[in-house]
């Protein structure tokens, strides 16, 4: 009997059926999202939405920071986990996804929970100083910044504090000599990541098949 059951769409229907909770906000998001057409690849599955709040409740998170908002879905995910007087600081490189998110994030109600900042992710986070005060850190911007990210967000993440990097599997191209869903340098970036995490002494992982794969790094 194999160790795994393979998803299909039928199974995953089941699953977000019986453990995402999606309500109407969210769900709403999903479908105007959808609409946007291709692009709409970039939101995260309601499983791996629901996975971050119920992550970020149990870490009793108060300080957190998201790589890539697009239309605001993880956001809102991430701040209805938040402890009470937490904060969510959303870095988004364009204006029109920043807006769209924004408005959703005052649809759910969350929107004084979450600060959205407007640029590249990188500079973001490196403005912030560099101080062990993070508690979770969602990374899910360019892939070709992943190691950048990775290394100025566990600068400021507290001993304790959790990392989650979304897409690790990379759509399967991560095993594939040639990719299919992601840019050939995206890969290599993802493997490079997914390989230094691996052996990273400077904390505890592992690499859950949630969506495209979301690893889980807790600073030791």
């Known amino acids: ?80 986990g938040l402890a009470e007087g937490g904060r969510l600081v959303a870095c988004e490189l364009s204006e029109e996804y920043a807006e769209i998110a924004s408005r959703n994030l005052e649809a759910a109600g969350v929107a004084d929970r979450v600060e959205i900042r407007i640029g590249p992710a990188a500079e973001t986070v490196a403005a912030i100083p560099e101080r062990e005060v993070l508690d979770f850190a969602f990374i899910d911007a360019d892939k070709t910044g992943y190691d950048t990210y990775y290394e100025l967000v566990l600068a400021r993440l507290r001993p304790g504090g959790v990392i989650a990097v979304d897409n690790v599997l990379a759509g ?16 290599e970036a993802i493997r490079a990541l997914n390989e230094k995490i691996t052996a990273d002494e400077r904390v505890d992982c592992v690499l859950l098949p949630i969506a495209d794969g979301v690893t889980l790094v807790r600073k030791r």
């Open 1 to 80: 009997m194999s160790k795994f059951t393979p998803l299909d769409d039928a199974l995953h229907d089941y699953v977000v059926a019986h453990g995402a909770r999606e309500d109407g906000v969210l769900r709403k998001v999903r479908e105007e999202t959808a609409a946007m057409g291709s692009v709409s690849s970039m939101q995260v599955a309601p499983d791996q939405g629901a996975f971050l709040t119920m992550l970020c409740r149990m870490l009793g998170v108060r300080e957190a920071i998201e790589l890539g908002t697009f239309t605001g879905y993880s956001a809102i995910c991430i701040a209805r």
């Open 172 to 187: 399967g191209d991560v095993v594939r000599d040639e990719p299919i869903d992601f840019s050939p340098e995206s890969v």
